[in-house]
Nanobody, 124 residues
Framework: QVQLVESGGGLVQAGGSLRLSCAASGRTFSSYAMGWFRQAPGKEREFVSA????????YYADSVKGRFIVSRDHAKNTVYLQMNSLKPEDTAVYYC?????????????????WGQGTQVTVSS
């Protein structure tokens, strides 16, 4: 079992920045990739970003590429999502997730554990 707790969401004006954190506890001795997803009202959960166990490989959805940066700190069992140049269309609940095994996935079904989510609202 892995427990994930997201934090750092909030209300920000368009063009602003936020940094989300996802702290993991429990079964953290096994290697796993971490993913970030988001879900806006009335829409399906969509892939945002992922990072490999080593942190050496990162992946981004086209909609956030060049604006968001994912990173991880193994000493703190924490993954971060730095979000810059935020747009109103980035408004959503953001979730982090753990994926055991090789590689990453852009599908929510490919992940094993999820956090409770944190709300990000970008005003125009």
């Amino acid at each position: 079992q892995v427990q994930l707790v997201e934090s750092g969401g909030g209300l920000v004006q368009a063009g602003g920045s936020l940094r989300l954190s996802c702290a993991a506890s429990g079964r953290t001795f096994s290697s796993y990739a971490m993913g970030w997803f988001r879900q806006a009202p009335g829409k399906e959960r969509e892939f945002v970003s992922a990072i490999s166990w080593s942190g050496g490989s990162t992946y981004y959805a086209d909609s956030v590429k060049g604006r968001f940066i994912v990173s991880r700190d193994h000493a703190k069992n924490t993954v971060y999502l730095q979000m810059n140049s935020l747009k109103p269309e980035d408004t959503a609940v953001y979730y982090c997730a753990v994926k055991y095994g090789l590689g990453y996935s852009v599908s929510a079904g490919g992940y094993d554990y999820w956090g409770q989510g944190t709300q990000v609202t970008v005003s125009s």
